[in-house]
């Protein structure tokens, strides 16, 4: 009889340790989910696996709460012209949204975000800072920066700045 009283005992002990425990847990999870930002934008990057200013910039974009999934890609040209970005558009990498919006180079992660939050015309598909500038996300180069534009994308012939950045405080 003793020994059904101990056992019994140390079941209940070991269940009621794995119920706190248990409940426990869903706290801390709870805590953690509650104080973790979602990030607010998705975005697949194409890139080449060697690239080192592609991954600087999508650092740069995860540090912006921007989640990004990257895809080594061997011919990027195709890629480009899969999303139809023009020749004097064109950059090292290009990221879509969920909803099929194109950024092409060095997009600074705030400009993303207004963007997206914006309604825009049929025919914009997207943004652009073409070539690679000094001093863009992942582009920098201790303290040198050059002036750029961010371009719309569009799937017609016109060409329309959406941002002239002349400051390098201007990107953040």
Not at 23 to 44: A, D, G, M, V
Not at 56 to 80: C, F, P, R, Y
Request: glycine share 6%; with cysteine.
């Amino acid at each position: 009889m003793r020994v059904i009283y101990i056992t019994s005992a140390f079941f209940l002990s070991l269940t009621m340790s794995f119920s706190a425990m248990s409940i426990e847990k869903q706290h801390k999870t709870s805590i953690i989910y509650e104080n973790s930002e979602k990030p607010e934008i998705e975005l697949t990057v194409y890139k080449s696996k060697n690239c080192g200013c592609c991954n600087k910039w999508i650092a740069h974009l995860s540090e912006n709460n921007i989640q990004t999934k990257a895809i080594n890609v061997n011919d990027m040209g195709s890629i480009k012209s899969q999303y139809q970005i023009k020749p004097n558009m064109r950059s090292c990498h290009t990221a879509v949204s969920a909803d099929g919006f194109v950024f092409e180079g060095h997009v600074p992660a705030k400009h993303i975000k207004q963007f997206l939050s914006g309604q825009h015309a049929p025919h914009i598909t997207g943004l652009s800072v073409p070539a690679m500038p000094i001093g863009t996300p992942g582009m920098e180069m201790e303290g040198i920066f050059h002036k750029y534009n961010i371009e719309l994308l569009t799937d017609n012939s016109n060409e329309e700045t959406y941002r002239y950045i002349s400051k390098s405080s201007e990107q953040f």
